[in-house]
């Protein structure tokens, strides 16, 4: 599967409105066969991981961002679902705590960023603070203003030491958000992920999109590339996101070390 086309280009302008939410029923042969599809990039994912595990000397950084509703757990449970958990590190960024707060902003974050030989999965991130940080103006402008450029040097620095950082933003249509907001609110299984807040920043959906718009368009680089995910549909969803981290890791190539004596001459008794 061509998964090129869902990248954002490095130094461009990039307008969520240009990208599709979805693609067609057809897609990837149909649901059905996507499905099938899933399963076999995901185990292929799981043996990648072990063998990155093994070698030790690259990281891979996922960075999940969206709107509410986008996916950012669903994608993370249905794509890593045949990678060993030891193997991953999950963070979720939630709202600063005061200690967090007392520092500069890639503080709390720098501090999860995977280790050689692991995964990091980031569920929200740093982007945060050049989105809901700049749509509710906690911050003047010329403070997230400045953002984009530490960012794109932080990312730099993350991928000089050995890590592959690659960033989705799970895109998905307000009418999508809609029902999944309403599907939280009849589903009694699902009422404690609805947060009536969540309605407040659907308001400010354009907002946000402008948000997205310069956040992505700015810090989409060759070394930390921006794919722009449609999220409508899970089950497209989650292969895009499975087939673009799939190519990265095959790209890494981890390989498993050398071992420094002869198996066939060791017994044990
Ligand atoms: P959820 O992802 O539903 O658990 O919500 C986490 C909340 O934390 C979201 O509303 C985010 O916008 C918010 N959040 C995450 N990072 C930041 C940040 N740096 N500043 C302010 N709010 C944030
Ligand atoms: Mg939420």
Known sequence: MDVSKYRVEPGGNFDPAQRPTREGN??????????????????????????LYAEGKQALLMVLQGMDTAGKDGTIRHVFRAVNPQGVKVTSFKKPSELELAHDYLWRVHRHTPARGEIGIF????????????????????????RYDHINAFEKLLSDEGARVVKFFLHISKETQKKRLEA????????WKFNPADLAERKRWDDYMAAYAEALGRT?????????????????????????????????DPQYPEVDFDPAQIHID
Do not use: T
């Not at 680089?221 to 499975?242: C, E, G, M």
């Open 220 to 252: 989409s680089s060759d070394h930390a590339p921006w794919y722009a995910v449609p999220a409508d549909r899970k089950w497209q969803r989650n292969l895009i996101v499975a087939q673009i981290l799939l190519n990265e890791l095959e790209a890494m």
């Open 123 to 146: 569920n929200r991130s740093h982007y945060e603070d050049v989105l809901v940080v700049r749509v509710h103006q906690l911050v003047p402008p010329e403070v997230w203003g400045r």
């Open 26 to 51: 057809d897609f990837a042969g149909g649901k059905k066969a996507a499905r099938k599809e899933l399963a076999r990039l995901s185990a292929r994912l799981g043996e990648l991981q072990a063998r």
């Open 184 to 191: 939280r609110l009849q589903n009694p299984r699902k009422n």
